[in-house]
């Protein structure tokens, strides 16, 4: 099966049907020797386990039962087995009867449950609603995964504190998109680091570091180091990153950036140049750049700016020559070693198309929006606009109305809008102004169950609440209007326009949404900065390498959809998404720039599909050492949709080893070798032994890393940089499948796994 069908059937899946489960025989042939009441054998009592599908406890139960049988696991191997044509019957009937009841759960309830936006979707929702930027997430309650997604509504639960933090999102989001204020001067500016008298200019080099040599009581070096071509040099170890501090008071939005820079001293290699936004309190990373050695590049960019930050320029791995000597130390003029050359810098911003901006249309549609006239009367100078509709409360009511429609996501109701107008108009009964009073009314449709929960009643799909479903499932927002439109005259439950339409937002922008929300919660993206790598045991982690790690899965999620590839390129692909940073990692020559493409790998590479991604590997490690257990059963849960059962009680785990003194294999024996653990280890064990060749961060390896004993080596993190770590004892990653089927490595490995593909599967 492809991606594309596979996204597609996951939205027009239809239960099959019949009636109840003869097991009795089935049971007393192969299963009640080992699972009576008296024996009980796994805490297992088939005697005990009634047809009663409607409790879910029981309901889970007899599916367990299926699944066991279906894959083989029961009866176990050792025992006689059921003829094949007994276990088709027992199937067909227990598979059948489960079905039924699916189908009869769904004619009485519903196809869900009533799920709530989950705060992803309600940001952007939110943002789409109004034409606004504010975040929103960090104002509302983390969700509650279920099955691994916070998009399950089971798991999303409504408290008071979630409806109280509500209000407040809600309250903040119209605050932001009521903007009557004067339009805001926008930025731009051209900024050197020298004009053409000569004089340096604008970029700031942070005061204390320039000290003048010629004063006999300066105790530091000249750090300063000029160009000819005006350019100066910034090192990123032992002195401060450039500043453009001219940027720093301005409002939140999209901002033009260009900076030409290149390379000084870097022998014909490139450097990774950093642009950030910077608030004094902490910086975020709008873009990276391979810059040239000694020939300008001009990188332009748009990247969004939190209100009054400042941009922050930083070169990588610069500071340190190759003797170790820090610029700091030795002073900018005779540093040896390689540096980032900035020319100039130019901002221009917020980008903007007209004023009032699109949100007071958002809200307001076509109600006139008036300037106040210079000379008027105005004592607050923050306002340049006003609304005086001649009729506050019909104005209201329009207003409403139409804001509610956009906000449900369907034609609303007879007199469904009532009581939002009411809350507003008794405000102007109590004289407050329009504004504070339709306030109320946009609050309270922003906290309506209409637009917080997504309407799915029992029955078939309207068109309506398929339009939303298919735009949170891709979009992770509302409806846009051609999904609408197309509800509106009851098209889009056709099959073909369905897929016409499934293919369209695919190619959208916003489909950007579902691969970081799908692939953050699948493979665990989301937990890419749960854990640290040791700098001792792994000093070539870097930011950009953490960067790239996500880019590369997303890239390559995006590409299985992008081309329509079988599944199995999870397991393994012949190409991959790469660019410089991961390249680097992987030990793969050709590929230069920060951009992630498409290359293909060499013959016999360990690359290929998601399962030997740098991401994946390092969100299965703690940072210091790898498990096979922890990776086998991620494995098996999220590639092969087979979760292995929880570990029985007082099971310990293992304490990692990092002095370099035993393998993880040889403590992991002690587990294997017990009869207990013997049969989940069995299938948990074989991924996670073929991914040891993978360490912490997903580089290659085939010596586990030391702190302490072990051979002195180095590794780099750019190719200027040397750096020091210590290997210990030989990696081992053969191992045998639960069948018996041997492996030496990881290509062995998904090999076997390609020759049975049948278990590979999104979960």
Sequence with gaps: ?????????????????????????????????????????????????????????????????????????????????????????FLTDLGDNL?????????????????????????????????????????????????GFDTVSEGLRLSTLQMEKYLEAADAAVDAAINLGPEPAPISGHWLVKNEEGVRKNIDTPEGTLTNPNDPKSKHRQLLRELPDGAIVFFDQGYPAAQIRQVERHPAGLFRIRVSAYGFQRKGESIPMRVYGDNFKDKQLLGWFDMPADKP?????????????????????????????????????????????IQWVEVEGPLKETWPPRSMEALFGDTPITKIEEG???????????????????SAKAVLERFATKAFRRPLEPGEADRYVKLTTDALDEQLSYLDAIRIGFRAILTAPQFLFLEEHTGKLTDYALASRLSYFLW????????????????????????????????NERAKAFVTNFTGQWLDLRNIDATTPDKKLYPEADELLRVSMVDETEAFFTELLASNLPVTNIIHSDFAMLNSRLAAHYQIDGVDGEQIRKVTLPANSPRGGIITQASVLKVTA?????????????????????????????VGSLEPDTRGATTVREQLDKHRNSETCKGCHSKIDPPGFALESFDVIGGFRDRYRSQDKGDTATVSNTRKKRLYIKLGPAVDASGALADGAAFTGIIDFKSLLMANPQPVSVH
Excluded at 487 to 497: I, M
């Design 1 to 89: 099966m492809t991606l594309q069908r596979l996204v597609f059937s996951s939205m027009c899946v239809a239960p099959l049907c019949q009636a109840a489960p003869d097991t009795k025989a089935f049971f007393g042939n192969h299963c009640l020797e080992c699972h009576d009441t008296e024996t009980r054998k796994g805490g297992v009592d088939l005697e005990a386990l009634r047809w009663a599908p409607n409790e879910k406890a029981a309901y889970d139960k007899w599916v367990k039962v299926y699944d066991v049988v279906q894959k083989g696991e029961m009866p176990p191997k050792k025992e006689d087995r059921p003829a094949a044509d007994a276990s088709r019957a």
């Design 622 to 650: 703690n940072g210091t050492t790898t498990s096979p257990v922890l990776r086998g059963a991620w494995v098996m849960k999220k590639l092969l949709g087979q979760p292995p059962s929880p570990p029985p009680p007082g």
């Design 99 to 147: 079905s039924t009841v699916d189908k009869q759960k769904i004619a009485a309830n519903g196809r869900t449950v009533l799920r709530r936006l989950n705060r992803e979707e309600y940001e952007r929702t939110v943002q789409d609603l109004l034409s606004i930027s504010l975040p929103l997430t960090a104002m509302l309650p983390a969700d509650t995964p279920l099955y």
């Design 376 to 394: 008027r009367k105005n004592r607050d100078k923050r306002v340049a606009y006003e609304i005086k509709p001649e009729d506050p409360k019909a």
């Design 476 to 507: 992770s927002t509302m409806p846009d209007e051609e999904l609408l439109k197309l509800a509106t005259e009851k098209k889009l439950s056709d099959p073909q326009v369905l897929r016409g339409q499934v293919e369209r937002m695919l190619k």
């Design 297 to 341: 590049r001009v990188v332009e960019f748009v990247g969004r700016l939190r209100a009054n930050e400042h941009l922050r320029i930083e070169p990588t791995n610069t500071g340190v020559d190759e003797k170790g000597q820090n610029v700091y130390n030795i002073g900018a003029k005779e540093f040896g070693g390689s540096g980032l050359a």
